[in-house]
């Protein structure tokens, strides 16, 4: 019996298990009622090849979406658990800020659903949190998600590749040019961690991907330290943003 199942009833007796979006109870800490597992949005078929992005029925033809033909990314494909919406967003403040650290399994397993098969040695990145931040909430949620998604597909996972050396503003409301420029230099590869990402392939996790600005900023440190290829795992994505 594992400590976790060890400690469940007395869990459970304490908290009693609540569905995290709607307060509805559940028979486990880990899982959502019916009605809000049906309102999740999986990212469906058709979808741009670099990106990932539904198309709907009208534009099947293309290949590419426009974002990404006006300014093509540094990722090599996203891999996103569900489409953000009213339902997953409950999900990740509960996760997040209500500290649902439990709902990390189902998260990951949502994203990780989503990848590719991986072929060759892959490694699992989590976007980083800035020390402070990190400090503040007690937790990196992508980190969390991270291991993980490692754990789900047999993957490494190097927890502090990635640095935030710089405090950044919250950058929702904030315009494409601002976003990047606020995110300048703010992303690093930490030193003792660049052998073990040169010509490697690498899975970055992040738990919401809104602009894509701060994954973007992320991946770029990545290649620039030689990563080989990354594709970007999350559990939410914002997709009519940038459009
Ligand atoms: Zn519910
Ligand atoms: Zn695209």
């Known amino acids: 019996m594992s400590l976790k ?21 559940i028979a486990a800490q880990d899982g959502l009622c019916a009605s809000c597992w049906g309102e999740l949005v999986v990212p469906s078929e058709p979808a741009c090849s670099r990106c990932q992005r ?29 489409l953000y919406n009213e339902a997953s967003r ?3 403040l509960a996760f997040k800020h209500g500290r649902r650290i439990a709902l990390a399994p189902m998260l990951a397993r949502m994203a990780a659903a989503r990848l590719p098969q991986l072929d060759g040695e892959w490694r699992v990145v989590p976007v980083p949190l800035h020390p402070w931040r990190l400090w503040r909430r007690g937790f990196n949620q992508s980190a969390l998600l991270a291991r993980e998604i490692a754990r789900l597909r047999g993957l490494a996972v190097v927890v502090d590749a990635l640095a935030r050396t710089k405090r950044t503003p919250t950058l929702g409301g904030l315009g494409r040019t601002a976003r990047a420029r606020a995110l300048s230099g703010a992303i690093t590869v930490r030193r003792s961690r660049k052998s073990q990402l040169e ?7 992040d738990d919401v991907m809104t602009s894509g600005a701060t994954s973007d900023a992320c991946v770029r440190a990545l290649k620039r330290a030689g990563a080989e290829r990354v594709l970007v795992a999350c559990f939410a994505r914002v997709i009519d943003e940038a459009l």
């Not at 469940?8 to 298990?17: G, N, S, T």
């Open 5 to 25: 199942e060890a400690f469940a009833p007395l869990v459970d007796l304490v908290y009693p298990p609540r569905c995290p979006s709607c307060g509805e109870a």
């Open 54 to 82: 539904p198309f709907d029925a009208a534009t099947a033809e293309a290949k590419v979406c426009a974002p990404c033909l006006a300014d093509p990314p540094r990722h090599d494909g996203i891999a996103a658990g569900t």
């Open 90 to 92: 409950k999900l990740v």
């Open 199 to 205: 010509g490697a392939s690498i899975v970055l996790v």
